[in-house]
């Protein structure tokens, strides 16, 4: 197995465009273990952590991020807090403080595993992933359109994920996961949601509940025809979200739950997370 080490984005970018079938590898939390497994045998592997742009982030004063493909899980949580709330809490969920120390953002995209905790804030927030190639240059992908299949991605052979794109949090955000204990837990599945004040809209997004993660497009309709954004939450409005919510999801059985008991917990998940975030969106406009 050849073992590719760029130590510039440019050069990496040349070495997917000369071996495409090179398997990327950035912290190697999902592409060590498909190795040790014997899962895949890749003729290459591309690796990444040499690539010191990956590992970069900017949050503008207008209020647009760019998060490297590189950027880890715990810089997250410890330097994104404030900007993307959503995505730092949902990196809190993801495994061990090791695994949250390796992992990233743009591994979690690369996998696209519908069971990602990353995607459904991602999706909530309306994010945007940054692809490229040598010979195409760059692409920007919403990412509702990134997810295609069962750990099957927008990303073409010969692109790299350089970052993702989204705007700093305008209102309040949450992620909330459903796991058989409380750490190093594959989600049986997981909702996120964001208030987008300044449009009088909120973004949802669902994971571990169909073959991709989605967002929940006839719950997030419903609420920009309803909500009364100066007023306390009509909790039958919150019923009926948790209910379009659950709708959205297409669930299977497996070894992690049940279609239906995934299907009712995107739903309890949907209404606790907007009325939380309704507080804390009220509780901001008292201040
Ligand atoms: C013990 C354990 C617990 C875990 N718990 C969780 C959890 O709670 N939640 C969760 O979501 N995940 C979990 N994971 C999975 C994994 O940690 C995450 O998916 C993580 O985000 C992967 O990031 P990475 O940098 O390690 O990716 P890698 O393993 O390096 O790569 C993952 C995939 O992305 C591709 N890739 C990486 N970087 C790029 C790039 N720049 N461009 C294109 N493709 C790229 C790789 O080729 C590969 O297909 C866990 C894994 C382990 C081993």
Same mark, same amino acid.
């Given at each position: 197995?050849?073992?590719?080490?760029?130590?510039?984005?440019?050069?990496?970018?040349?070495?997917?465009?000369?071996?495409?079938?090179?398997?990327?590898?950035?912290?190697?939390?999902?592409?060590?273990?498909?190795?040790?497994?014997?899962?895949?045998?890749?003729?290459?592997?591309?690796?990444?952590?040499?690539?010191?742009?990956?590992?970069?982030?900017?949050?503008?004063?207008?209020?647009?991020?760019?998060?490297?493909?590189?950027?880890?899980?715990?810089?997250?949580?410890?330097?994104?807090?404030?900007?993307?709330?959503?995505?730092?809490?949902?990196?809190?969920?993801?495994?061990?403080?090791?695994?949250?120390?390796?992992?990233?953002?743009?591994?979690?995209?690369?996998?696209?595993? /519908? !069971?990602?905790?990353?995607?459904?804030?991602? %999706?909530? $927030? +309306? *994010?945007?992933?940054?692809?490229?190639?040598?010979?195409?240059?760059?692409?920007?992908?919403?990412?509702?359109?990134?997810?295609?299949?069962?750990?099957?991605?927008?990303?073409?052979?010969?692109?790299?994920?350089?970052?993702?794109?989204?705007?700093?949090?305008?209102?309040?955000?949450?992620?909330?996961?459903?796991?058989?204990?409380?750490?190093?837990?594959?989600?049986?599945?997981?909702?996120?949601?964001?208030?987008?004040?300044?449009?009088?809209?909120?973004?949802?997004?669902?994971?571990?509940?169909?073959?991709?993660?989605?967002?929940?497009?006839?719950?997030?309709?419903?609420?920009?025809?309803?909500?009364?954004?100066?007023?306390?939450?009509? /909790? !039958?409005?919150?019923?009926?979200?948790?209910? %379009?919510? $659950? +709708? *959205?999801?297409?669930?299977?059985?497996?070894?992690?739950?049940?279609?239906?008991?995934?299907?009712?917990?995107?739903?309890?998940?949907?209404?606790?997370?907007?009325?939380?975030?309704?507080?804390?969106?009220?509780?901001?406009?008292?201040?």
């Amino acid at each position: 197995m050849d073992f590719l080490r760029p130590t510039t984005w440019e050069e990496a970018l040349a070495a997917k465009a000369d071996q495409p079938e090179a398997l990327p590898v950035q912290g190697g939390t999902d592409v060590m273990v498909e190795i040790n497994f014997d899962v895949r045998r890749p003729p290459a592997l591309l690796d990444l952590t040499r690539v010191a742009e990956l590992r970069e982030w900017t949050v503008e004063d207008g209020g647009g991020c760019r998060v490297g493909a590189g950027v880890t899980y715990t810089t997250v949580i410890e330097e994104l807090g404030g900007a993307l709330p959503g995505l730092a809490q949902a990196s809190r969920t993801v495994g061990s403080p090791q695994i949250r120390n390796r992992g990233t953002v743009g591994g979690n995209l690369g996998a696209a595993s /519908p !069971a990602g905790d990353s995607h459904p804030p991602l %999706l909530a $927030a +309306g *994010a945007e992933i940054e692809v490229e190639s040598r010979d195409r240059g760059i692409r920007l992908i919403p990412a509702e359109e990134f997810y295609l299949g069962v750990k099957r991605s927008a990303l073409l052979p010969d692109e790299l994920i350089r970052a993702v794109r989204l705007r700093a949090a305008g209102g309040p955000q949450y992620f909330s996961k459903v796991g058989t204990r409380n750490a190093m837990v594959i989600a049986v599945c997981s909702f996120a949601i964001a208030l987008h004040p300044e449009d009088r809209r909120v973004g949802t997004g669902v994971g571990s509940a169909a073959p991709t993660p989605l967002r929940a497009l006839e719950a997030e309709e419903f609420l920009r025809g309803e909500l009364d954004w100066d007023a306390p939450l009509d /909790p !039958a409005l919150a019923r009926r979200f948790g209910e %379009l919510c $659950a +709708g *959205a999801a297409s669930p299977i059985d497996d070894v992690r739950g049940t279609a239906g008991y995934r299907r009712h917990a995107i739903g309890v998940m949907a209404r606790r997370t907007l009325a939380w975030a309704w507080n804390d969106h009220l509780g901001r406009r008292a201040a």
